[in-house]
C-alpha cells in the first residue's frame, strides 16, 4: 500500500517572528510511518519535526527507498502541501495524525490611550468617548507595548478536506485527542468526530492516557482500548486488512 502520513504541530504566525502553536512532537505519526514501511509499504510522511524519526532508526536526511520525507512549518505549509499531494499522488491510505491549529490569528491590537479592558465586567472601557484598539502590524511587532490583545478565528479542519474537495478516496485515518473526559465519553466523541470527516477510521485517546493506551475503531463494529506501544501495529494490521477486504470486494 501506499501511505501518505501527517505528524508534528503546525505554526500559526502572528508576526515574521512569533507564531501560536501547541506541544505535540509529531512521534505518534512518526511511529505509524516507521511501521508501515517496515512491513513493505511505501510511505511519505509530512511532518514538521523530521528529527524524531532519528528515534525510530530513520535518517530523515536519507530515509531509504520506498520512504519519503516531507518537512512544514505553519498551516498554510501543511494545506498546501496536502493538497498539493492529493492532486498528484496516488495514495491508498492517509493518516492524519498532525496536530493541526484549531485557531488562526487575525490581527493582533494594543489599547488606545485611555482605553482600557476592565477584568472585573469583563469588558472594553475608556476614560472618555468609546473604547478603541489600534491593529499592530509589521514584520516583528514591538515589545515595548504594555500589553497586546491576538484575535483568533476558527481553522478550516485540514482533515475535512481530504475527501473533498481534495478528492481522496482511499482508506482515511483521523487521529482525537480529548481533555477531560471519560473513556466512555471519548469512543461516543471519537465516533462522531470519524462520521463527520467520512473517516474510516479514527484513534482517540486523552491528554492524560495519551501516553498508555488508545482506543482505535471501528474494528468489527467496535473500538479496541490498545497500549500506546503497540498503537502502530494494531493500526497497520486494521489497515491492511480494511484494504484487503476492499479488494475482494472490488
Not at 530523515?60 to 498551516?75: A, H, K, M, N
Not at 484549531?102 to 476592565?118: H, I, K, S, V
Not at 466512555?184 to 484513534?203: H, N, P, T
Request: aromatic fraction near 10%; charge should be neutral.
Amino acid at each position: 500500500m501506499n501511505f501518505f502520513v501527517t505528524a508534528g504541530n503546525t505554526q500559526s504566525m502572528i508576526d515574521r517572528v512569533r507564531c501560536v502553536t501547541n506541544i505535540f512532537s509529531g512521534r505518534t505519526g512518526a511511529a505509524v510511518a516507521r511501521t508501515a514501511w517496515g512491513r513493505g509499504h511505501t510511505v511519505t510522511l509530512a511532518t514538521s519535526n523530521p528529527e524524531v524519526l532519528a528515534e525510530f532508526g530513520v535518517n530523515p536526511r536519507d530515509p531509504g527507498e520506498r520512504f519519503t520525507v516531507l518537512s512544514y512549518s505553519t498551516f498554510d505549509d501543511l494545506a498546501t502541501l496536502m493538497q498539493g499531494q492529493f492532486r498528484n499522488g496516488k495514495f491508498d491510505v492517509v493518516c492524519h495524525s498532525a496536530a493541526v491549529s484549531d485557531y488562526l490569528p487575525a490581527g493582533t491590537y494594543t489599547p488606545d490611550p485611555g482605553t482600557f479592558y476592565n477584568a472585573r465586567t469583563n469588558q472594553w472601557e475608556a476614560q472618555n468617548g468609546p473604547a478603541t484598539l489600534t491593529e499592530q502590524k509589521g514584520g516583528k511587532i514591538k515589545s515595548s507595548e504594555p500589553e497586546l490583545w491576538l484575535r483568533l478565528v476558527r481553522a478550516p479542519k485540514l482533515v475535512d478536506r481530504v475527501r473533498q474537495p481534495w478528492g481522496f478516496a482511499g482508506i482515511l485515518v483521523k487521529f482525537k485527542l480529548e481533555v477531560g473526559i471519560s473513556e466512555e465519553k471519548l469512543v461516543e466523541v471519537a465516533e462522531a468526530s470519524r462520521q463527520q470527516s467520512s473517516a474510516d477510521f479514527i484513534v482517540a485517546n486523552t491528554l492524560d492516557g495519551a501516553q498508555h493506551w488508545a482506543y482505535i475503531g471501528p474494528i468489527k463494529d467496535r473500538y479496541e482500548r490498545v497500549p500506546r506501544r503497540e498503537l502502530p501495529d494494531r493500526l497497520i494490521l486494521a489497515l491492511e486488512d480494511r484494504y484487503q477486504e476492499r479488494a475482494r470486494n472490488g
